[in-house]
Nanobody
């Protein structure tokens, strides 16, 4: 049974930082490309960042570049999202997702691309 469990969310002031973690179980983690998505109330789920199964390639939404960093540790079955310079508009539920990657270098940015989802962790940024 595949499980993705996010942690690290919370409340911070604008300009602060958080590091989200997503621990995977029930999968051969190194075979899966991973993504971080977020969803704010009344808005569609959007891809924040994605990383290939090997970690060699990553994708960032344009407005995230320079502030967020996605990384993975295949030995620990964990993917991370380091978030710096947080803004109130970053407030959302953050979800990690996994998809079987048939190439070591592909990243996936569509929610429909992903097979498995975590339960989410809330990030609230106050001004």
């Amino acid at each position: 049974q595949v499980q993705l469990v996010e942690s690290g969310g919370g409340s911070v002031q604008a300009g602060g930082s958080l590091r989200l973690s997503c621990a995977a179980s029930g999968v051969t983690f190194s075979r899966y490309a991973m993504g971080w998505f977020r969803q704010a109330p009344g808005k569609e789920r959007e891809c924040v960042a994605a990383i290939s199964r090997s970690g060699i390639n990553s994708y960032y939404a344009d407005y995230m570049k320079g502030r967020f960093t996605i990384s993975r540790d295949n030995a620990r079955n964990t993917v991370y999202l380091q978030m710096n310079s947080l803004k109130p508009e970053d407030t959302a539920g953050y979800y990690c997702a996994a998809v079987r990657g048939y190439s070591g270098s592909n990243t996936y940015t569509g929610a429909k691309d992903y097979d498995y989802w975590g339960q989410g962790t809330q990030v609230t940024v106050s001004s």
